[in-house]
């Protein structure tokens, strides 16, 4: 069982990159990041734990939501990624340039992957959710997840194959 | 790259490419968050305040419930001890307990039910392993008192020895030190590595150890300072592998149907080569005659070293008793590395849920890979344990790999405690009927 203290120490860093790297702009993430948390710290004790239910999926489901109000409340589209990813590289570990390099090619790569093997790489990788976590929030069966995600690495190993970092 | 490699580095990949809100939208966020719960009504924040016809029993359950919060901090000492207090039985009353363990071992499916008693230092283990690559299998374990250990499998009928200390300390080079002969089925099963480990623990711990099979085309095992080494029947060098890799010593002892181990002889040594180096094939000192007897060479040094190890071992009274118990404990988790380095393991989450009635904590890792890693041969990501709060056990235990997939799955199905054991459960007699029987 989580409070919500919890909760936040150990789901911010998964809930911010996986809600940056969908909208791309880092205030953008930040509205929607904190949007998503005072909703949870309101309906903290509405949760109510069931078998095989976790915190963070919960937590998951409100920070779509969020995100979703806001892609309707901005016109917001899923948009091209620029190539100079402002406001991303900068945060990323800076001594490691190999990893800010790679960094851009992978989401540029990632950008060409169909929305829903996108959104379920993110979740699984950036989010670190769980395929049953994963499920329970996007509301499919876990199979399905876990086949999803094999395309999507197979998609994504593909587009990636002349990179040096994945010959 | 290969597939499961890239899978691997994207993986990391992600995590290292962290990108992070800065320490000030943290800070503030926080701050935010936690004024808006205590500008929540109380109920809300409290919903137990709601059960205010509540019987004071039960708000006494709730606070309880509060208590066992787990924190990070404490989580690892909590599950160390619900580890011990499902495995590490006391010697008093009479426990009984059965379980089931699935998974993929070395691309091998197998599920494994073994049912464990234990009444005044007595124990008897049965496992069956019910589904598999080969054909169906049983072994059974009996320790009496410490006096006596049986083992037996399908269509045998028990084995039993008195465990005994190998040789003294008169032992000089050239004695002949004991001759232990075990048989097992070995074509899937991983029991062979149970019966071997059973063997190292007791008696041949840093000393040298000869496996072979019955028609004499066998292999040999050196156990020497925690490493194994094969030599083939030709007494060239296979490989070197260190204890932590047992699958490979596994994998080897399951090409053959059954073996037996002998403790090898001893003869006085004419070179002062070190064994180490004989493992390491720079300088073998192995000589293979004909027929059942493979001879080593040591140093009275190296000798000497084994004397002292083995004594100190028995020091360290590693009895019959606690080796089987070891042995059911280590059944349920197959990684063993989890439970003796809790602290190499990120807990990433905590749950509480309910299962018939009881609150039930589950606690997920992320395994380190370098101590993740046991039989499977694809690497173990993440290890979840559920602890019965109320019994503060152990009730499952599930390891999966990267990909989510699970490659291993044991359930405690009983659990049973009385103060004196059913009469005739622990009758020897009865209990090798029993297994010749089956």
């Known amino acids: ?167 | 790259m290969y597939p499961h490699m890239f899978n691997r580095d994207i993986h990391n990949f992600f995590r290292k490419a962290d990108v992070r809100p800065s320490n000030e939208f943290r800070a503030t966020l926080r701050n935010r968050m936690l004024a808006e719960q205590a500008s929540q009504p109380a109920a809300q924040r409290f919903p137990w305040l709601r059960l205010a016809s509540a019987s004071l029993a039960t708000l006494a359950i709730g606070a309880l419930a509060v208590s066992l919060v787990f924190g990070p901090q404490n989580s690892n000492a909590a599950l160390a001890e619900a580890i011990r207090n499902t495995f590490g039985i006391s010697e008093e009353g009479y426990h009984h307990q059965k379980m089931i363990n699935y998974g993929n071992y070395d691309g091998h499916e197998m599920e494994e039910t073994t049912e464990y008693w234990q009444y005044n230092g007595t124990i008897i283990m049965d496992t069956t392993v019910a589904k598999g690559d080969g054909v169906p299998f049983t072994s059974q374990y009996l320790s009496a008192n410490d006096d006596m250990v049986c083992t037996s499998r399908l269509d045998d009928a028990p084995t039993c020895a008195t465990p005994q200390l190998p040789f003294d300390d008169e032992l000089v080079n050239g004695d002949t030190l004991e001759i232990i002969e075990i048989t097992t089925q070995a074509a899937t099963d991983t029991h062979g590595d149970m019966y071997l480990t059973w063997i190292t623990d007791h008696q041949l711990k840093d000393s040298i150890i000869r496996i072979s099979d019955p028609d004499g085309a066998g292999f040999i095992v050196s156990y020497w300072h925690g490493t194994y080494s094969w030599i083939d029947d030709q007494g060239r060098y296979v490989n070197r592998v260190t204890l932590r890799q047992d699958s490979m010593l596994q994998s080897a002892i399951t090409q053959s149907s059954s073996f037996l181990v002998q403790l090898v002889e001893i003869e006085p040594t004419d070179t002062s080569t070190k064994l180490d180096s004989a493992i390491l094939g720079e300088s073998p000192v192995y000589r293979i005659e004909t027929g059942d007897w493979t001879v080593v060479t040591v140093s009275d040094d190296q000798l000497d070293n084994i004397r002292e190890t083995t004594r100190q071992r028995y020091v360290d009274n590693m009895t019959s008793v606690e080796t089987i118990r070891r042995q059911y404990e280590n059944s349920f988790f197959s990684v063993f590395s989890i439970q003796e380095n809790l602290d190499h393991h990120k807990l990433v989450d905590t749950e509480q849920i309910e299962v018939n009635g009881h609150a039930v904590d589950v606690l997920t890792y992320a395994l380190d890979s370098e101590y993740g890693f046991y039989i499977q041969t694809t690497p173990a990501t993440e290890a979840q344990f559920a602890i019965d709060t109320e019994t503060n056990t152990i009730l499952w235990y599930t390891m999966k790999d990267a990909e989510d997939n699970v490659l291993q799955h044991a359930e405690l199905l009983l659990q049973e405690e009385r103060p004196t054991a059913p009469e005739g459960i622990f009758d020897l007699e009865a209990w090798k009927a029993r297994v010749t029987a089956n």
């Open chain 1, 1 to 167: 069982m989580h409070t919500l203290e919890q909760l936040y120490d150990q789901t911010l860093d998964q809930v911010f990159r996986y809600v940056f790297l969908r909208v791309r702009n880092r205030e953008l993430a930040e509205d929607i990041v904190s949007e998503a948390y005072l909703k949870a710290a309101e309906h903290f004790n509405d949760f109510v734990p069931r078998a095989h239910a976790s915190r963070r999926s919960w937590l998951f489901a409100i920070v779509r939501n969020c995100m979703a109000d806001a892609f309707r409340t901005k016109g917001m589209q899923n948009v091209e990624l620029p190539d100079d990813l402002p406001g991303m590289t900068a945060t990323v570990i800076e001594h490691d340039v190999d990893t800010n390099i790679r960094l851009t090619e992978v989401m540029h790569t990632l950008a060409k992957l169909p929305e829903r093997q996108r959104e379920i790489l993110l979740l699984r990788y950036q989010a670190e959710l769980k395929n049953k976590e994963i499920a329970q929030l996007l509301a499919i069966d876990e199979r399905t997840v876990s086949a999803t995600l094999s395309k999507a690495l197979t998609n994504l190993r593909y587009e990636l194959r002349n990179v040096p970092a994945y010959v």
